[in-house]
């Protein structure tokens, strides 16, 4: 199902590059600056990383849910550019909505009404940024390795369920932001927390979301699982209102990530019984 390669060129060397530019950027480059390179080797580790699974798909590509990576990238240089907060979200908005648009374009051309096009591609795009908006708020309000934690549960969750889900392809795709991300966390462990964490948010989200939209319109990722998944990041923001300061950062870590992995845990389960009952039976 994985090769060596894919191994070694999907996940290893992305997430090298990742500990390498870490490094650097917390050791050499002021901290104004650092977030232009974390960014730089984040789009180069996933792009590199994205080749060796899915392979180049070029400037346009022939199967829609290559446009990830080209989102991908695009969702680093939206994170650079927080000021003023209107253009953040008019970036975030055009981001979202446009590759919700790639894709799902052949689904719109032969399945939905222009109605249903209008009413899904919002309903989507309204998703991606309110999740944007609540990892914002949880960036602000706890320690970059919770934040990060809570990213890598979820991509770690969305590899397993779409692997169970007939598409080993998007699977794999998942793996990588969730090595990449377990290499940041990681470092923010062992190391000085990171001022750059929000970088990650733009990308999770656009990523995931869309490796959730793949999965259930050309896989069969079914709605209830995907919205399992979907509801983890509200769960963790939930996880805000109790009160937790005054206890140990691992047991604070611990405890931040039992509320959305009831969500994440219900999928993959429902997916794995599916799985076993022969109810999955195409794979992309």
Request: charged share 10%; proline share 5%.
């Amino acid at each position: 199902m994985i090769t060596l390669q894919e191994i070694l060129g999907g996940y290893v060397i992305p997430a090298m590059i990742v500990l390498v530019g870490i490094k650097l950027s917390h050791r050499f480059i002021p901290e104004k600056r650092a977030a232009f390179l974390y960014a730089g080797i984040a789009i180069l580790a996933f792009a590199l990383g994205f080749g060796q699974l899915q392979g180049w798909p070029g400037w346009f590509p022939n199967d829609s849910t290559q446009w990830i990576l080209h989102a991908a990238i695009l969702s680093f240089l939206v994170a650079l550019f927080t000021r003023p907060r209107w253009w953040l979200w008019l970036t975030r908005l055009l981001l979202s909505g446009g590759l919700i648009v790639l894709l799902l374009k052949p689904i719109m051309q032969y399945d939905w009404t222009t109605r249903a096009s209008i009413g899904w591609i919002t309903t989507f795009t309204a998703l991606m940024l309110l999740q944007m908006g609540l990892l914002d708020h949880l960036d602000r309000k706890v320690e970059s390795s919770r934040l990060l934690f809570l990213l890598i549960l979820i991509s770690g969750a969305t590899s397993l369920t779409l692997g169970l889900s007939g598409s080993v392809t998007l699977a794999k795709t998942a793996g990588l932001p969730a090595t990449m991300l377990a290499t940041a966390w990681i470092l923010s462990l062992v190391g000085p927390q990171s001022a750059s964490t929000y970088l990650w948010i733009p990308f999770a989200v656009t990523v995931i979301n869309g490796l959730w939209l793949s999965g259930h319109y050309y896989a069969e990722l079914n709605a209830t699982n995907a919205l399992l998944l979907l509801s983890a990041v509200p769960m963790a923001w939930l996880g805000l209102w109790c009160k937790l300061e005054t206890r140990p950062a691992w047991l604070r870590l611990i405890l931040h990530a039992l509320l959305p992995a009831i969500p994440l845990g219900i999928a993959f389960v429902r997916a794995l019984l599916q799985f076993l009952h022969n109810e999955t039976n195409a794979y992309y």
